[in-house]
Protein backbone atom coordinates (compact mmCIF):
# COMPACT_ATOMS: atom_id res chain seq x y z
CA UNK A 1 0.00 0.00 0.00
CA UNK A 2 1.01 3.32 -1.00
CA UNK A 3 0.58 6.43 1.32
CA UNK A 4 1.42 10.19 2.78
CA UNK A 5 4.51 9.80 5.30
CA UNK A 6 3.10 10.61 8.71
CA UNK A 7 5.04 10.95 11.96
CA UNK A 8 5.38 7.31 13.41
CA UNK A 9 7.21 6.21 10.00
CA UNK A 10 10.64 9.04 10.64
CA UNK A 11 12.50 5.86 12.16
CA UNK A 12 11.75 3.28 9.64
CA UNK A 13 12.78 6.46 6.74
CA UNK A 14 15.97 6.69 8.44
CA UNK A 15 16.85 3.41 8.70
CA UNK A 16 15.73 2.54 4.90
CA UNK A 17 18.11 5.91 4.06
CA UNK A 18 21.12 4.58 5.94
CA UNK A 19 20.99 1.12 4.28
CA UNK A 20 21.26 3.10 0.60
CA UNK A 21 24.94 2.56 -0.49
CA UNK A 22 24.29 4.62 -3.47
CA UNK A 23 23.87 7.71 -1.30
CA UNK A 24 26.76 9.86 0.05
CA UNK A 25 26.51 10.92 3.65
CA UNK A 26 25.93 14.53 2.20
CA UNK A 27 22.92 12.96 0.57
CA UNK A 28 22.04 11.31 3.25
CA UNK A 29 21.47 14.41 5.15
CA UNK A 30 19.70 15.84 2.28
CA UNK A 31 17.22 13.25 2.26
CA UNK A 32 16.51 13.24 6.16
CA UNK A 33 16.23 16.37 5.76
CA UNK A 34 13.01 16.80 2.81
CA UNK A 35 11.59 14.08 5.71
CA UNK A 36 11.90 16.30 8.30
CA UNK A 37 10.69 19.62 6.64
CA UNK A 38 7.68 17.21 5.26
CA UNK A 39 6.15 16.22 8.76
CA UNK A 40 6.90 19.42 10.56
CA UNK A 41 5.53 21.75 7.84
CA UNK A 42 2.38 21.29 6.74
CA UNK A 43 3.07 23.81 3.93
CA UNK A 44 6.25 21.97 2.85
CA UNK A 45 7.05 21.96 -1.09
CA UNK A 46 7.83 18.22 -0.01
CA UNK A 47 5.64 15.14 -0.37
CA UNK A 48 6.84 12.16 1.13
CA UNK A 49 4.71 9.00 0.23
CA UNK A 50 5.73 5.40 1.26
CA UNK A 51 5.05 1.90 0.42
CA UNK A 52 4.02 -0.17 3.08
CA UNK A 53 3.76 -4.03 3.72
CA UNK A 54 2.40 -5.24 7.18
CA UNK A 55 3.41 -1.88 9.16
CA UNK A 56 6.68 -2.19 7.39
CA UNK A 57 8.16 0.41 5.07
CA UNK A 58 9.71 -1.36 2.00
CA UNK A 59 10.33 2.08 -0.02
CA UNK A 60 9.56 5.77 -0.38
CA UNK A 61 9.91 8.68 -2.86
CA UNK A 62 10.04 12.23 -1.89
CA UNK A 63 8.45 14.95 -5.08
CA UNK A 64 7.39 18.53 -4.92
CA UNK A 65 6.15 20.86 -7.59
CA UNK A 66 9.30 23.14 -9.32
CA UNK A 67 9.41 26.55 -8.19
CA UNK A 68 7.67 29.24 -11.59
CA UNK A 69 6.38 26.89 -13.67
CA UNK A 70 2.77 25.39 -14.55
CA UNK A 71 2.88 21.91 -13.74
CA UNK A 72 6.98 20.94 -13.43
CA UNK A 73 7.16 18.14 -10.65
CA UNK A 74 10.70 17.05 -9.62
CA UNK A 75 11.03 13.33 -8.14
CA UNK A 76 13.75 13.96 -5.46
CA UNK A 77 14.24 10.74 -3.88
CA UNK A 78 13.25 7.21 -4.53
CA UNK A 79 14.37 4.31 -2.96
CA UNK A 80 13.60 0.96 -2.37
CA UNK A 81 14.88 -1.41 0.93
CA UNK A 82 17.39 -3.95 -0.73
CA UNK A 83 16.15 -6.94 0.16
CA UNK A 84 12.82 -5.84 -1.14
CA UNK A 85 14.08 -4.83 -4.30
CA UNK A 86 13.09 -6.40 -8.17
CA UNK A 87 9.61 -7.25 -6.50
CA UNK A 88 7.62 -4.29 -8.61
CA UNK A 89 7.62 -1.65 -5.20
CA UNK A 90 10.01 0.76 -7.60
CA UNK A 91 7.48 0.46 -10.50
CA UNK A 92 4.06 1.05 -7.88
CA UNK A 93 5.96 4.15 -6.73
CA UNK A 94 7.05 5.89 -9.51
CA UNK A 95 3.55 5.11 -11.30
CA UNK A 96 1.75 6.70 -8.24
CA UNK A 97 3.96 9.34 -8.70
CA UNK A 98 2.87 9.74 -12.27
CA UNK A 99 -1.00 9.80 -10.92
CA UNK A 100 -0.06 12.41 -7.97
CA UNK A 101 1.70 14.65 -10.74
CA UNK A 102 -1.35 14.80 -13.00
CA UNK A 103 -3.68 14.68 -10.19
CA UNK A 104 -2.26 17.80 -9.58
CA UNK A 105 -2.13 19.65 -12.99
CA UNK A 106 1.06 18.79 -13.61
CA UNK A 107 2.70 17.74 -17.00
CA UNK A 108 6.15 17.13 -16.46
CA UNK A 109 7.93 14.98 -14.16
CA UNK A 110 11.78 15.61 -13.93
CA UNK A 111 14.37 13.70 -11.93
CA UNK A 112 17.93 14.50 -11.54
CA UNK A 113 20.96 11.82 -10.67
CA UNK A 114 24.43 11.20 -10.89
CA UNK A 115 26.40 9.61 -14.44
CA UNK A 116 28.74 7.68 -11.72
CA UNK A 117 28.80 3.48 -12.02
CA UNK A 118 26.71 3.09 -9.11
CA UNK A 119 23.60 5.25 -10.40
CA UNK A 120 23.77 2.33 -13.57
CA UNK A 121 20.80 0.59 -12.08
CA UNK A 122 18.88 3.37 -11.10
CA UNK A 123 19.03 5.28 -14.70
CA UNK A 124 18.20 1.78 -15.96
CA UNK A 125 15.01 1.82 -14.21
CA UNK A 126 14.09 5.02 -15.60
CA UNK A 127 15.10 4.42 -18.83
CA UNK A 128 12.78 1.04 -18.17
CA UNK A 129 10.10 3.19 -17.22
CA UNK A 130 10.11 5.42 -20.26
CA UNK A 131 11.74 8.38 -19.29
CA UNK A 132 14.13 10.10 -21.57
CA UNK A 133 17.57 11.92 -20.87
CA UNK A 134 16.32 15.41 -21.32
CA UNK A 135 20.07 17.17 -20.14
CA UNK A 136 23.33 16.26 -19.53
CA UNK A 137 25.47 18.47 -17.48
CA UNK A 138 29.42 17.71 -17.48
CA UNK A 139 31.47 17.99 -14.45
CA UNK A 140 28.49 18.77 -12.31
CA UNK A 141 28.72 17.20 -9.14
CA UNK A 142 32.33 17.10 -9.32
CA UNK A 143 34.70 16.16 -11.78
CA UNK A 144 33.92 12.89 -13.59
CA UNK A 145 30.28 13.17 -12.04
CA UNK A 146 27.76 14.64 -14.66
CA UNK A 147 24.42 15.32 -13.53
CA UNK A 148 21.56 13.82 -15.72
CA UNK A 149 17.80 14.70 -16.09
CA UNK A 150 15.43 12.62 -17.29
CA UNK A 151 12.30 13.46 -17.87
CA UNK A 152 8.74 12.27 -18.76
CA UNK A 153 6.04 14.62 -20.78
CA UNK A 154 2.57 12.77 -18.55
CA UNK A 155 -0.21 14.47 -20.73
CA UNK A 156 -1.62 12.28 -23.52
Keep these: MIREINNNDREQLLKLIEAVDEFNQEEKKVAIELIDDALSNS?????IFVYENSGLIEG????GKRALT????????????R????KGIGKQ???HA????ESNNGNWLLIETSSKDNYTKTRNFYIRNFYSI???????????????????YLKS
Design 83 to 86: DCQS
Design 43 to 47: GSTYK
Design 93 to 95: LID
Design 60 to 63: YYCI
Design 134 to 152: VAEIKDFYSEGDNLIIFGK
Design 70 to 81: GGVHDLYWIAVK
Design 98 to 101: EDYV
